[in-house]
């Protein structure tokens, strides 16, 4: 019988946990993982089973990026990538084009050479705006929400037509914090925060379609599909 190796990570304030299952089977297998940063870790993606970056908030909402090249068993800093700004979310298309994003005074940033050097593309001149959350819809449109606290709490979704090149906002029917961006199809995609919103049309509209999630606990973090 062939023998499958997965492995997994986990991800905290500067701790990482390893999982690995064999024949597609998981088992409770977790080592913690030096970090090197005692950091929380917002976000992660991993271009090959050892390859990976991961965004980190720091004191005084610092930002940084780490990266590995054995699989999650070491991490090390991105020179290149050290940001006074927090950041909360990665989002790649493939192995070179990827963003970053976070706020406060709201960014986007671009690397188009799997997350080395990062160029900024956008940036809201209000420190009341955060960006939480970033995804793809195809090679040309990605998506970009978060939230708005200038006078009322309302929705904030950026668009890009141009492999995120140049950012756009698009009308948000939802006066809240949205927290998570999941795309189920090249056109399909929704957003979550305290309501559920849906775009059918590359993100160029949305609509809400469930209220009131979570309302007594803030509202929903992430969003999963399968």
Same mark, same amino acid.
């Given at each position: 019988?062939?023998?499958?190796?997965?492995?997994?990570?986990?991800?905290?304030?500067?701790?990482?946990?390893?999982?690995?299952?064999?024949?597609?089977?998981?088992?409770?297998?977790?080592?913690?993982?030096?970090?090197?940063?005692?950091?929380?870790?917002?976000?992660?993606?991993?271009?090959?089973?050892?390859?990976?970056?991961? @965004? +980190?908030?720091? %004191?005084?909402?610092?930002?940084? $990026?780490?990266?590995?090249? &054995? /699989?999650?068993? *070491?991490?090390? !800093?991105?020179?290149?990538?050290?940001?006074?700004?927090?950041?909360?979310?990665?989002?790649?298309?493939?192995?070179?084009?990827?963003?970053?994003?976070?706020?406060?005074?709201?960014?986007?940033?671009?690397?188009?050479?799997?997350?080395?050097?990062?160029?900024?593309?956008?940036?809201?001149?209000?420190?009341?705006?955060?960006?939480?959350?970033?995804?793809?819809?195809?090679?040309?449109?990605?998506?970009?929400?978060?939230?708005?606290?200038?006078?009322?709490?309302?929705?904030?979704?950026?668009? @890009? +037509?141009?492999? %995120?090149?140049?950012?756009?906002? $698009?009308?948000?029917?939802? &006066? /809240?914090?949205? *927290?998570?961006? !999941?795309?189920?199809?090249?056109?399909?995609?929704?957003?979550?925060?305290?309501?559920?919103?849906?775009?059918?049309?590359?993100?160029?509209?949305?609509?809400?379609?469930?209220?009131?999630?979570?309302?007594?606990?803030?509202?929903?973090?992430?969003?999963?599909?399968?």
């Amino acid at each position: 019988m062939n023998e499958q190796k997965i492995s997994g990570l986990c991800v905290g304030f500067g701790l990482l946990a390893l999982s690995i299952a064999f024949e597609g089977v998981a088992v409770s297998q977790w080592a913690l993982q030096n970090s090197g940063t005692t950091r929380r870790i917002t976000a992660m993606h991993f271009s090959s089973p050892q390859k990976g970056i991961a @965004s +980190t908030l720091g %004191g005084g909402g610092l930002g940084r $990026v780490m990266y590995t090249t &054995d /699989g999650g068993v *070491s991490w090390s !800093v991105n020179p290149n990538a050290q940001w006074l700004e927090a950041t909360y979310d990665i989002s790649f298309l493939n192995d070179s084009l990827g963003v970053i994003v976070g706020g406060a005074y709201a960014f986007i940033k671009r690397t188009t050479d799997g997350g080395n050097i990062w160029t900024e593309v956008y940036r809201d001149g209000s420190s009341l705006i955060s960006l939480n959350a970033a995804t793809w819809l195809n090679s040309a449109v990605a998506i970009v929400a978060g939230y708005d606290y200038t006078t009322t709490i309302k929705g904030v979704i950026l668009r @890009s +037509t141009d492999a %995120g090149a140049t950012w756009a906002k $698009v009308n948000s029917p939802y &006066d /809240g914090d949205l *927290s998570d961006i !999941v795309a189920v199809s090249d056109k399909l995609a929704f957003i979550v925060g305290r309501e559920l919103i849906k775009s059918t049309d590359l993100g160029a509209s949305w609509n809400i379609v469930s209220s009131n999630i979570y309302a007594n606990y803030g509202g929903a973090r992430k969003l999963f599909f399968y």
